[in-house]
Structures are given as C-alpha cells and as structure tokens.
C-alpha cells in the first residue's frame, strides 16, 4: 500500500513538475496564422497547411476553414517554413519566416494553378508583418549578439538596445547579477522584471536585480518590452526584459572560448603615477595586477543514436553549456588617518593649515576642565587618555605626506578583491506528438 501511495506522489509531482514548466514557458510561445488564397484573391477553404520548424524539424499540420484561414499556437520562436497545398493547385512552399517570442506571425499563402508535384518557393526576405497588440518593444536576435560586445558578456545589458532605456555605465564590467538599464521611459529600475524563458527573475527587494546571469553564448535573443504590453505579462509597471535561452536542432554543434582581459594591456591610472612608491606595498609607479578570464563551453543537438534509438531527429532535443568567470583585480583607495604625531598626543600639526592638516582647517584644542586652549596644541600627559590613544593606535599608520596624492588624505591602501562565477544552462525539449510539447530549462 505505501508503494502504491510512493509511485502516485511520484507522478503527482512530475506532472506538477511538467505543468509548472509550461506555465514559466507559455508566454514565450507564439502563433503563425494567415489566409490561403487563389490566383483570383478568393481564399481557399480545407487546404492543407504545414509550418515547419526549420532548426528542429518539428512540424504541426492544420487546414484553412472556410473562410480559408489557418492558425498554428503554442510554437517557440524561431524561423519556419510554412507549405500550403490544395487540389488543382502547385504547393507553396514559403521559408525562413521569423517568429518572435510571444508574437503573432501572419503569413498569407498565393497558391498558383498547377500540378500538385510542382512547387511555388518563396524565401521571406522582408520582415514579416507580426500581428501583435499595439506594443513598443526591441529584439536582439543571435546573429546582433554574436556581433556587438559586451564588457562582461552579460545578455542584461543588451536591453540598453531598446528605445527609450537609459543605460548605466555601458563602458562597466557587469559579469554578475545586474539591473540592466536603470529605467524606460522615465520608469524606476525596480519596476522592470527580467525573465528568463518565461520564469521571472528578479530577487525580492533587490531594486529589481536579477538572480544570477544568463551565459551570452547560450541566449538565443532578447526581447524587450517597454509599454503597452499584454496583461498576460503582468507583475510589473515597467518594462519586460524577456532572454530567451538557446535549444538543440537536428544538427549536433558545439563551441569553446576563453575572452581574456590582463594588466599586461592596461596603462597606469593618473592617482598612482602621481603616488609615490610606498615600501612594503605594490609600486604605484606600476599598473596595478589584474586578471580576468571568462571561458567556457557549450553543445546541443538531437538525443538520437543511429538504428538502436529515436531514428527521429525531430522528437528530443537538448543543450548544454557551461560557463565561468575568474576574476582578480586589486582595490585601491586614500584615507585619512591619525599622523605619527598624533598618536603621542601632539595635535600640533591642527594649528596650522600651511602644509594642509588633515581636518582641512585650523583647530584649537581646549582644556575640558579649565576651557582654556592648551599650549601648543600639545595635550599633557596627565590629561592623555588610555582609550583614546588606544583608539588611536587601531588605525592603520600614516604612509605618504599630507597633500601629496588626496588632498587632507595621508593614507593609501591596496588590498585583493578576487570574484569567481559559474554559470550552468540546459534546455531539453520533447515533441510527444503534433500537438503536445514537454520543455525543460534550468538556467544558473
């Protein structure tokens, strides 16, 4: 009996597992529909439409109604091949039509009078019309990825591209969790929602940064929208920063790369050729030590071994891409700390501002229990307090002269700030049958 009760929570909980990735994936689904049509203009009813994916092979198959309409949903984006075929007339045959995330692609098929075996090609060489609600939104396709560069590799900041977004420092290394731009349209940065395949992905109370960092290499496009956007995405009142991840196709590919940056190529900052050297510490005549490595790999491809199982290249799919990011660099900043002086009780150096003291104006100090100036500026030693030069002698010792490098600071600290990241993506899709589609996408 407990088994029977074990195995039944088990498929209870894969089927919530099945559903509940539908749901994070179901806005990025979108819909291919047109009208097919004689040479007349008069449409054509119960013709028979197919719509192709081109990079998997997956194809759903439907007929026009009476009004010779044909509508295919629930299909991921990507380019397609779209066939309509009717008694009396050739096949039209259209390629590479564009679907977008969550859009809404019409293409109209204009059959020709012919022979069935024979074929009317036509390559989509325009954008095609998607026939969304009123929307302002931007896509970055994989093929503008792969061109433009990105300090960090970071896919979050490719939002930057949309009209309307006010970028951070575009020139910043941003490798990890980030915002992207701080608004749209005058919106507030936490009012932005960042999804990754439909999954929102932004950390509660985090000023609407988003949790971890997609891998470059495994985004397939980014779509942005700014206003006017279906309720359907909801939870937010700014803009829908959407990053769809890459799948498997019917073609095994697979990629590595390392992207290095290093202080053999960097030139010295101003502030540390104006330091001097301080011993013991790095030589600020010298570009401080950095190193950053970003390197990884990726591959995908059919779940397909020849003659012993799934003969079909067009039923499971999947990828798999690793990522990391190994950063070294060096902090560096000027304080202001006690002199040597200070720290026997001689305040001397307050009196006066010519060289400039490091309160940056002229102090008298006075007796608590008389109220009259000491001399000097040189506290007694009777009147010296034990905790006082106690907290005195926790700061750091004083290493370069008042003036030289920050103005009123006298003290400047180096120390090593290493970082280091890991991102992980797999994406596994299954085709059940024309109309049932499992996919499984773990981004971290």
Known sequence: MNRVCSMRALALALVLMVCTSLAFA??????????VKDPSGAVVPKAQVSVKNEATGTERRTNTNESGYYVVTNIPAGLYTITAEAAGFKKYEATRNKLDPSGALAVDAALVVGAATETVEVAASAQALQTESATSQALVTRQQIDLLELNGRNPVGLAALAPGARPTNAAGLSFGMSQGPSNFNGSRTQENLTTYDGAPAVRTRANGSAIGAADVDSTQE???????????????????????????????????????????FNANTWTRNHTPDIPGLLPNSTVLPFRYNQYGYNAGGPFYIPGKFNKDKSKFFWYWGQEWVKYRFYDSATWTVPSAKMRTGDFSEL???????????????????????????????????????????????????VGAAGGTSNYYVTALHPQDQRKDTLAVDMNLTDRQRLQFRRNN
């Open 222 to 264: 980014v779509q942005i929208l700014t206003a006017a956007y279906a309720a359907e995405y909801g939870r937010t009142s700014g803009a829908q920063i959407r990053i769809v991840t890459r799948s498997g196709g019917q073609q095994f590919h697979g990629n590595a790369y390392e992207y290095v940056r290093n202080d053999a």
């Open 26 to 35: 179901q806005s990025d689904l979108g819909s291919i529909s047109g009208f």
């Open 351 to 401: 009196l006066t501002n010519n060289p400039v003291n490091i309160l940056g104006k002229v102090v008298q100090l006075v007796d608590p229990n008389t109220k009259v100036p000491i001399p000097g500026n040189l506290i007694p030693v009777g009147l010296q307090s034990p905790n006082g030069l106690g907290i005195l002698k926790a700061y750091p010792k004083a290493d370069i002269p």
